[in-house]
């Protein structure tokens, strides 16, 4: 009787380490820029990097957007300042990493900025 219940516990707990590992993998990442904003259908439209399709992703008051700061709540009027900042400056949007299932967004990471090498020389 007691082997029975070693057994059992050890393949409950098998598949509750499996479901852990598992169901995170199954969010999609998306890489890409964001180039609009519509904050009244709670959407932003992403050009995946590689590919440069425009895919819309929804966002959910779930969703985390990465700051140094922590972890906060999307700030549509934010993100719309800093797309027009990011075109002023010549690029296409802001540079993120998108965790999402089914095109709604969990998390928004900002990709991080390439730094230049210290020893290289300053343009004049």
Known sequence: ?????????????????????????????????????DADAKKITVVEKETDKE???????????????????????KVAKNIEKAKEKGNKGINVQITHEKGVASKITPAKKKEAPKDAPKAN
């Open 55 to 77: 895919i819309e992703v929804t966002i959910t008051n779930d969703t985390e957007y990465v700051t140094k700061k922590g972890n906060v709540k999307v700030d549509f009027e």
């Open 1 to 37: 009787m007691m082997n029975r219940r070693k057994l059992m516990l050890t393949f409950a707990s098998a598949f509750v380490a499996l479901a852990v590992i598992v169901v995170p993998a199954i969010a999609d990442e998306l890489f890409g820029t964001i180039t609009k904003v």
